[in-house]
Nanobody
Framework: QVQLVESGGGLVQPGGSLRLSCVASGFIFSSYAMSWYRQAPGKERELVAD????????NYADSVKGRFTISRDNTKNTVYLQMNSLKPDDTAVYYC?????????????WGQGTQVTVSS
C-alpha cells in the first residue's frame, strides 16, 4: 500500500521558516523523483520544487528560488522542503508527489497535503 505522509505545516509569521517532511512507504523510494506542489485557495496546483531519485538534480519555481531547499534521505524514505523567508503568498496546502516514468506510462503518487499559513 503506497503512502506519502506530509508533516511540518503550520502558522508562521512573515519572514519565518518551516521544514516540511514527507515520509514514503509502499514503493521503492530511491527509484522515484520527488516533488513538492502547493495549492492556494482559488488557484491551480503549482510545482514548488523537485528532486531527482538520487538527489543529484533539483529544480525550483522562480517564486521560491533562494528561499526554499528541497532534499531527500533515501535511507529514511523521506523528502524535505526547508522554507525560509516565508511570505504571505506562500500560504497554501503543500503536497508531496512521487513520480517515475516507465515504458508506456508513469507511476504517480500524492500525499494528503499539509497546510502552511504565513500571516502576522
Amino acid at each position: 500500500q503506497v503512502q506519502l505522509v506530509e508533516s511540518g505545516g503550520g502558522l508562521v509569521q512573515p519572514g519565518g521558516s518551516l521544514r516540511l517532511s514527507c515520509v514514503a512507504s509502499g514503493f521503492i523510494f530511491s527509484s522515484y523523483a520527488m516533488s513538492w506542489y502547493r495549492q492556494a485557495p482559488g488557484k491551480e496546483r503549482e510545482l514548488v520544487a523537485d528532486i531527482s531519485n538520487t538527489g543529484g538534480r533539483t529544480n525550483y519555481a522562480d517564486s521560491v528560488k533562494g528561499r526554499f531547499t528541497i532534499s531527500r534521505d533515501n535511507t529514511k524514505n523521506t523528502v524535505y522542503l526547508q522554507m525560509n523567508s516565508l511570505k504571505p503568498d506562500d500560504t497554501a496546502v503543500y503536497y508531496c508527489n512521487a513520480a517515475r516514468r516507465v515504458l508506456g506510462g508513469k507511476y504517480d503518487y500524492w500525499g494528503q497535503g499539509t497546510q502552511v499559513t504565513v500571516s502576522s
